[in-house]
């Protein structure tokens, strides 16, 4: 079974919509959570992390993800996506063992 | 400032054959990590080392050896190339611990026939 779930496999929104990526772990416990991004042709780059604190964590480029610990999410969001955020995003969760696991990804796509 | 740097970018092997990655960072980073990318699946942990002449076993560490003589290199290893390995090897490195933000390379995309 999938420890890290991103229900979207791939995503194609116009630009100005409005996104969120799911991701859910099935870890109980203290974890670190992040989201990384690939653009085509490059390299994973991190877009944001969560460890403890505010739920609600801010990344670059206007992303942000919220944590809610009771629904062991850590949805992705952005309120106004463009074309060049068209990439690969995927989420990843760190258990207090450093066994780290990442999700199966999902693509957007971006149309202009 | 290279950051991370895998070499080769692309390799074709034939079943039984042996091959090296190597991955070269220079940022002085303690942690470093290989991973595959395989569809569908995301990216798996492999091995990594939490410091020169450290190595650890990950998520799916069978088939592969690693090696870290040097604080800035972290080789993995195929002794017998199966076909089941093709897949998308990025390597990457962290200062501190592994959950600390990883800085990753351009990956190697390696087909085994």
């Known amino acids: 079974a999938q420890s890290v779930s991103q229900h979207n496999h791939h995503v194609i929104l116009s630009e100005a919509a409005s996104l969120e990526l799911g991701c859910n772990y099935s870890y109980g416990g203290t974890v670190n959570l992040f989201w990384y991004v690939q653009y085509p042709g490059q390299h994973l780059q991190l877009l944001l992390k969560?460890?403890?604190?505010?739920?609600l964590v801010k990344g670059i480029k206007g992303f942000e993800a919220e944590f809610i610990k009771s629904k062991f999410s850590f949805n992705l969001r952005k309120p106004s996506v463009q074309w060049s955020d068209t990439a690969e995003y995927f989420c990843?969760?760190?258990?207090?063992?450093?066994?780290?696991?990442f999700g199966a990804g999902t693509r957007l796509t971006v149309k202009p | 400032n290279a950051g991370v740097t895998q070499t080769p970018k692309f390799r074709v092997l034939k079943t039984g054959q042996s091959m090296t990655l190597l991955c070269a960072q220079d940022?002085?980073?303690?942690?470093m990590y290989w991973y595959r990318q395989d569809p569908g699946m995301g990216l798996r942990l492999i091995h990594y080392?939490?410091?020169?002449?450290?190595?650890a076993k990950g998520e799916v560490p069978d088939g592969y050896n690693v090696s870290r003589l040097k604080k800035q290199n972290f080789l993995l290893g195929l002794e017998s190339a199966a076909p089941s390995q093709t897949s998308v090897y990025f390597c990457a490195s962290s200062y501190g611990g592994i959950n600390q933000p990883q800085h990753f390379g351009d990956g190697t995309r390696l087909s085994i026939l």
């Open positions: 969560y460890f403890s604190g505010d739920p």
């Open positions: 080392s939490v410091g020169e002449g450290t190595t």
């Open positions: 940022m002085n980073h303690e942690y």
């Open positions: 990843a969760v760190i258990r207090h063992n450093n066994d780290m696991r």
